[in-house]
């Protein structure tokens, strides 16, 4: 049981250069989400899937794509990088059908955009 | 709309001393609350949470939070702090039957041996 993994761990991008950031959960839920993290600013939902087949547009939506592919994985998309994306980029997911959300979090992807 | 104060953005504290990280939050409407840490280099890990019923909750390695319902405060709170609690440790909130959580900035527990 692995879990929420996320790949790569590592990126380095030009300005301009497009990416994906896999994400996958084997925990059978339904809803998955998919943070930044800087400094300073806690963690800001970017896009989240309440379950397979829809997706919703969190805090800081711009510039960004994603992809509920099946109910395991959610991949997000950088079609065109930007410096300004340079961040930790967290997969989570959680039960939406239990009493209340807890989330669980994948390792994390570390982007850097030149 | 809901939201979550973190004013510490960081804590330095001795080793065996005591330590209390403080977390406000906003919401119109009842609320789950939430504090997760994060461990150098890691992805983020509940610590505890408050649903309902007794307004103090305790996690398995000491920590405990307070729901505080007239100060809208959740704050954490450990009575003798160790070297592995060195992470960055962020409180959250829902809101009953909604998907999505509101963290806060974090606040970056450091032990001091």
């Known amino acids: 049981n692995a879990g929420v993994t996320q790949t790569p761990k590592f990126q380095v991008l030009k300005t301009g250069q497009s990416m994906t950031l896999q994400c996958a959960q084997d925990?059978?839920?339904?809803?998955m989400y998919w943070y930044r993290q800087d400094p300073g600013m806690g963690l800001r939902l970017i896009y989240y899937?309440?379950?397979?087949?829809?997706?919703d547009k969190g805090e800081v939506p711009n510039g960004y794509n994603v992809s509920r592919l099946n109910k395991r994985e959610f991949s997000l998309r950088l079609e065109s990088a930007a410096p300004s994306q340079t961040s930790v980029y967290f997969c989570?997911?959680?039960?939406?059908?239990?009493?209340?959300?807890?989330?669980?979090f994948g390792p994390g992807t570390r982007l850097t955009v030149l | 709309a809901q939201s979550v104060t973190q004013l510490d953005s960081q804590v330095p504290v001795f080793e065996e001393a005591p330590v209390e990280l403080r977390c406000n939050y906003s919401?119109?409407?009842?609320?789950?609350l939430f504090w997760y840490v994060q461990y150098p280099n890691q992805g983020l890990q509940l610590l505890l949470k408050?649903?309902?019923?007794?307004?103090l909750v305790e996690s398995i390695n000491g920590f405990e939070a307070e729901f505080n319902k007239s100060q809208t405060s959740f704050h954490l709170r450990k009575p003798s702090v160790h070297i592995s609690d060195t992470a960055e440790y962020f409180c959250?909130?829902?809101?009953?039957?909604?998907?999505?959580?509101?963290f806060g900035t974090g606040t970056r527990l450091t032990i001091i041996p």
């Open positions: 989570a997911s959680s039960e939406l059908a239990a009493t209340y959300n807890e989330q669980f």
């Open positions: 925990m059978n839920h339904n809803s």
């Open positions: 899937s309440a379950s397979e087949g829809t997706t």
């Open positions: 919401s119109s409407v009842s609320v789950y």
């Open positions: 408050y649903l309902s019923g007794s307004t």
């Open positions: 959250a909130v829902s809101n009953f039957g909604n998907e999505k959580l509101t």
